[in-house]
């Protein structure tokens, strides 16, 4: 299962060449059932990144631009009247996929955002009083930009809460961007990812991660982890229960993908940047721009055993 | 600015109030322009609070420091650089800071020097008012730390007032605790108290006019508190010093400074008196005289307090009484002194003024004594012209001229008892018979509520002291030959409605003292402050020995000490007990220590575990820094990760004991390679980083 899921980051890395941590950070989310959020400039490669994991996974896919005269009908779907029928029709909208890259979330109105979090939380959409059914899996990926951020809705703690992950990609290293720029042009990069693994790997994968032991000493770790965004003065609050059993789902699928039946405190380490920076804020800090700083000094303040 | 760091608007208006409350008794004792100053600054502050003015710039701030200095050394050049001044100085830098405190980090300053200000004003006053103001003003301090470290929803005046007057309640009882049982320690230098100029009391000088002028002052000199009864009112004889030197007009201290000063313990125990009777104890508390001489009835023996006597029996302090002084005294109800006259002593005693234009007063004494038998006979004479004759008792005598005691003998016949004392001891010099005058107090108003007597300053008095021989020195007291009721009553008595009397004392109670029920306010008001003088101000070490004597029995000091150490042990061992909880709690597990010890070894070669760092990732330092650890470490962190992190009790006994195995091999490795380099294992007990 290791070998599937490093073929699978091998050729992500193909399209997106020199993230190979930010596609395993983003195979983790969605292998732990998580939505995943992508934070960064424009042209940094997020839909790139989300073409590929569909495609990796041969997920039928389905990407919703968000304006700010998007309205919940157009991203769920509505009845239309059949003339000939005599019935109303429910049409579906674009949400009824196995994938959704919802690009630019923060763009349309809360009205908007909240029907989207409702089938992120649900798996199921209320369409004219009646529930419907999301595919299985169903998997966001919202993206967003934090920079020019005029004529955005920001998204609430409430709802940054839903997503598992949140991460950056970045600048590519020169390597990456040399070899970038000589084979510019030459693809339709997201279309060349072939896929490598199926539904029923994620099933199983996910089952697997389940299994995956979690020590008393590693549980106190991360339970000293939460208590320290609690208590300290650097964090304006600390982090919820949701947020703690994030890190722990998180941290099992980390363990899986390295190969291990137990998870171990590097485990934690490596996901939990992901995983908390979008639930924190500084304590001096009311924008809520110092998460990366912030999770960092959270592991390099608290002991591990 | 960070929102953090600002100053709550609350709390500058607190902290300028309770500036103000402490700044305030010891405003009198700042210069006018200093505290133009200080009262320009705080106004300023207050324009700053409003946003009519703007923080002083650096250059603005430059100026007024360095006027400010020169300004306060000019204003205290006369005093010298002392106290006054020190204060002074501190007073303008708390004030200064006003200015620029924009922080809570400045404010924090700000408070902290009030509460030492509030500590500074004990050395001036510490009287009961002056308690209660500090009190108050440790309070409204409190106040200004509460507002200042509230955040705005809840700093409200009410709430802050609450909170501040709890925590200052709650700290009573501890204060009380530590007042009592701290132990008292001599100081190890003493402060240059500021001395007041205007001296108080009984002065040791006396030209005709001073004492009547004291009797014009109700104010307090000492109080008296008797072990046992009280003597009787006319036994009531409070001596200050002798006077034996007559220039014809005043009476001064003659002899030489060595004989005034001389420890009475120097001289042959003939010298000392001799006592009969039954001894008198009794505890003076004494106001600030500014003087050296101190009070005690006749032949007085020092019990406690730094007080000496003299070759006449005077009481002195080594220093001017410049705070309230208590000391305690013992005499005796019958004594003799001087049974043998030195020479030294007996031509001081019969001096007469070199010029003496008192002729007739001379005449009369040569009369008188031939007329008598004996010198006591004669005595009896002098006291009987008095009496006979029409003098009269006032405190408002004539001046008198160049021969005083000729005018005043058979002109005016009105004088205070300076007058009736040194004409006395004119007369007695006048014929051989060695006399002196004595100064001091005399009577004294019992006050019921407390059990002692309050003696004012127009209790002053001067008498005569007259030596014969085989008796010593015999106290003779011509003002009760001519008023009685002065002696057996009090010059309350005589004076009640004499103008003059008590007449610098303004409005004080004591004019009320007809009143029933203000008199009785008096005396107890009088008894509180007694009491706390007595109890509060000289709370000493034999004080505090004495209290807890009574308390916990004979073995006090070591008792106390056994209570101070374990109590102190107690507190500090609950504290570390739970500081050190939290850390060892999670280090039960054998292997997870042993591992921790392994970190410590690793540290002493320049690799500490970093905080934070999980154990693969130490690994790999550890193994890239000193690839000849490399092997054993990855077993020993694949083992330790595999005991920790891996499932539960899975062969787990046979890990540990590899883990153990490894982990004992690796250690000596680490340390004897560290010994190697000279590294000593310094670290062995510290935590962890």
Redesign the interface.
């Given at each position: 299962m290791e070998q599937r899921i490093q073929a699978a980051v091998s050729e992500i890395g193909t399209v997106l060449l020199g993230k190979e941590r930010q596609v395993r950070l983003a195979l983790c989310c969605l292998i732990s059932g998580g939505h995943l959020l992508i934070e960064d400039l424009p042209g940094m490669g997020k839909t790139t990144l989300a073409h590929a994991l569909a495609r990796v996974f041969g997920l039928d896919f389905n990407r919703i631009q968000f304006t700010s005269d998007l309205l919940p009908a157009d991203i769920l779907g509505v009845s239309i009247f059949d003339q000939q029928s005599g019935r109303f029709n429910f049409h579906q909208g674009p949400i009824f996929r196995q994938m959704i890259l919802a690009d630019e979330i923060n763009r349309t109105t809360p009205k908007t955002q909240s029907a989207l979090l409702e089938a992120m939380e649900e798996g199921q959409v209320s369409v004219e009083g009646e529930t419907r059914r999301l595919p299985s899996p169903f998997f966001v990926i919202a993206t967003q930009n934090p920079v020019s951020l005029a004529g955005t809705f920001p998204l609430p703690e409430s709802q940054l809460d839903r997503f598992l992950m949140r991460i950056g990609i970045g600048y590519p290293d020169p390597h990456a961007e040399r070899q970038l720029l000589e084979t510019a042009g030459e693809r339709d990069r997201g279309e060349l990812v072939r896929q490598q693994l199926n539904v029923n790997d994620l099933i199983e994968m996910r089952k697997a991660a389940a299994t995956v032991g979690l020590s008393p000493q590693l549980l106190d770790y991360i339970q000293r982890l939460l208590a320290r965004t609690r208590d300290s003065d650097d964090f304006h609050f600390g982090l919820s229960p949701r947020g703690g059993v994030a890190v722990v789902r998180a941290t099992r699928t980390w363990a899986l993908m390295e190969g291990r039946q137990h998870a171990i405190p590097e485990d934690v380490q490596a996901v939990l940047p992901a995983v908390v920076e979008h639930r924190l804020r500084s304590g001096s800090d009311g924008e809520g721009r110092s998460g990366p700083a912030l999770a960092q000094r959270l592991l390099s303040e608290v002991d591990v055993f | 600015m960070?929102v953090?760091y600002q100053i709550p608007r609350l709390a500058l208006l607190w902290v300028l109030a309770a500036l103000l409350l402490v700044i305030l008794p010891g405003m009198l004792r700042l210069p006018p322009l200093i505290l133009l100053l200080v009262l320009g600054c705080m106004g300023w502050r207050l324009l700053i609070f409003s946003g009519r003015a703007n923080y002083p710039g650096k250059l603005v701030k430059a100026l007024i420091v360095f006027t400010a200095l020169p300004l306060t050394v000019l204003q205290f050049r006369s005093q010298g650089v002392g106290l006054d001044a020190a204060v002074c100085l501190l007073i303008l830098g708390v004030v200064f800071k006003l200015l620029e405190m924009q922080y809570k980090r400045d404010i924090v300053i700000v408070i902290v020097l009030a509460y030492v200000l509030t500590m500074i004003g004990f050395i001036y006053s510490q009287t009961i008012p002056s308690g209660v103001h500090a009190l108050l003003a440790v309070a409204v301090i409190t106040g200004a730390l509460v507002s200042l470290n509230r955040d705005n929803a809840r700093n409200n005046f009410r709430d802050n007032s609450r909170l501040a007057a709890q925590l200052v309640l709650q700290s009573v009882p501890l204060t009380l605790a530590l007042f009592i049982l701290v132990p008292r320690i001599a100081p190890l230098w003493t402060m240059p108290l500021p001395v007041p100029s205007n001296k108080t009391g009984v002065t040791d000088e006396m030209t005709p006019g001073d004492i009547s002028s004291l009797g014009r002052s109700a104010e307090l000199a000492f109080r008296v508190s008797f072990d046992g009864e009280a003597p009787s009112h006319d036994r009531l004889y409070w001596r200050g010093l002798v006077l034996d030197f007559f220039d014809g007009r005043t009476w001064r201290r003659g002899g030489s400074a060595l004989l005034d000063y001389g420890m009475i313990r120097r001289y042959p125990s003939e010298y000392r008196g001799v006592r009969q009777g039954e001894p008198v104890d009794y505890d003076v508390i004494m106001e600030p005289t500014q003087q050296t001489w101190v009070y005690g009835m006749q032949l007085a023996e020092v019990t406690t307090g730094e007080i000496v006597q003299d070759r006449n029996y005077s009481l002195h302090s080594a220093t001017p009484i410049t705070q309230r002084l208590r000391y305690q005294l013992r005499s005796w109800s019958a004594f003799q002194t001087d049974l043998e006259l030195p020479r030294a002593l007996r031509s001081r005693a019969l001096q007469m003024p070199d010029e003496d234009s008192n002729t007739r007063s001379a005449l009369l004494a040569r009369e008188l004594r031939a007329a008598s038998t004996d010198d006591r006979d004669y005595v009896a004479r002098v006291l009987r012209h008095y009496r006979e004759q029409p003098f009269f008792y006032t405190l408002n005598p004539p001046l008198l001229g160049e021969a005083s005691i000729d005018e005043f003998l058979f002109q005016t016949r009105e004088g205070f008892c300076e007058h009736y004392a040194g004409s006395f001891v004119y007369l007695m010099r006048a014929v051989g018979i060695p006399a002196r005058v004595v100064v001091g107090y005399h009577g004294g108003e019992y006050n019921p509520f407390e059990d002692y007597t309050m003696v004012y300053q127009y209790n002053a008095h001067a008498w005569a002291e007259v030596w014969f021989e085989g008796e010593g020195w015999v106290r003779f007291d011509p003002t009760g030959a001519v008023a009685p009721e002065r002696i057996s009553q009090g010059v309350e008595a005589v004076f009640a409605n004499q103008p003059g009397f008590m007449e610098d004392s303004g409005f004080s109670m004591m004019r009320f003292r007809d009143t029933q029920w203000l008199n009785t306010l008096r005396l107890r008001l009088d008894a509180i402050d007694y009491a706390w003088n007595r109890w509060v101000v000289s709370y000493d070490q034999d004080l505090q020995l004495e209290f807890l004597e009574d308390v916990f029995g004979e073995k006090a000091r070591s008792s106390l000490l056994w209570a101070l150490g374990l109590s102190t042990a107690l507190i500090f061992s609950i504290a570390a007990f739970f500081l050190l909880r939290g850390g060892q709690r999670?280090?039960r597990?054998p292997v997870?220590r042993s591992?921790?010890a392994l970190a410590v070894d690793l540290a002493v070669m320049g690799l500490p575990r970093?905080?934070?760092?999980?154990?693969?990732?130490y690994c790999a330092r550890v193994s890239a820094e000193r690839p000849e650890l490399a092997a054993a470490m990855q077993t020993v962190t694949r083992l330790y990760?595999?005991l920790?992190?891996?499932?539960?009790g899975v062969g787990s006994e046979e890990l540990r004991q590899e883990f153990r195995v490894t982990l004992q091999t690796l250690r000596l490795r680490v340390l004897s390679r560290a010994r190697r380099a000279g590294l000593v294992a310094v670290s062995a007990f510290s935590r962890?980083q």
């Open positions: - | 960070d953090n999670q280090l597990d997870t591992y921790l970093r905080r934070g760092e999980g154990p693969l990732d990760v595999q920790c992190y891996g499932e539960q962890p």
